[in-house]
């Protein structure tokens, strides 16, 4: 695989993935910009051209495969891999200036809202949820009993809790756009 993605790939898989409704890490940026780079030199070993038309479609590929590496897992967690996760987690959300929050019964870590940031809930004082699952990824949902949610994309490690963080943070701050308020 390629070690530093292609500009032209790169903002490729940005578009393709703004696009979707999950949220998605830099690593899984990084990793399907490398894939896509990587599809287009095989094809290109069969005299195809990256600016080809009829080659558009890998850029869904690169995108699709790669984030689904990170949603769908083999084998379940263990109780003690989910412990870690969300310990690391919470490190992460306290490491970016979050403050943690009493969970409305979700699995994972909550979050208060940020000051002047967005808010949400009944209460109109809520901040966010973020689950890591035995059988599953990361996703985000209003620290509610009921809420719309959203898959989040970054590795089950240390890694991609502070990916993951990040981009709550960025929610939170009203520097990335609120899903929960359309895009």
């Known amino acids: ?16 993935y703004e696009r979707l409704t999950g949220l998605y890490g830099p690593s899984v ?10 599809l287009y030199e095989a094809a290109a070993k069969h005299g195809h051209e990256r600016t080809s038309a009829d080659l558009g479609w890998l850029v869904t ?12 897992r083999g084998p ?17 959300f306290t490491d970016v200036g979050l403050t943690l929050a009493p969970s409305a ?15 949400w809930g009944w209460d109109g004082r809520t901040g966010l949820a973020v689950g ?16 719309r949610v959203f898959s989040m994309y970054a590795p089950a490690t240390e890694a991609g809790a502070r990916e993951v963080a990040e981009i709550v943070r960025g929610i939170l701050s009203g520097d990335r756009p609120d899903p929960f308020r359309g895009r």
Request: overall charge negative; aromatic content about 4%.
């Open 76 to 92: 379940d967690r263990s109780l003690a891999e989910l412990q870690q996760l969300t310990k690391a987690l919470t490190a992460a």
């Open 105 to 119: 019964g979700r699995t994972g870590a909550a979050v208060e809202p940020l000051p002047g940031g967005p808010v």
């Open 132 to 147: 890591i699952y035995l059988n599953g990824g990361w996703d985000v949902m209003v620290n509610q009993p009921q809420s």
């Open 29 to 38: 940026h990084r990793e399907a910009a490398a894939l896509l780079d990587d």
């Open 61 to 72: 590929a690169a995108t699709e495969a790669t984030s689904n590496k990170y949603r769908h």
């Open 1 to 16: 695989m390629s070690t530093v993605p292609s500009p032209a790939s790169t903002g490729a898989v940005a578009r393709a």
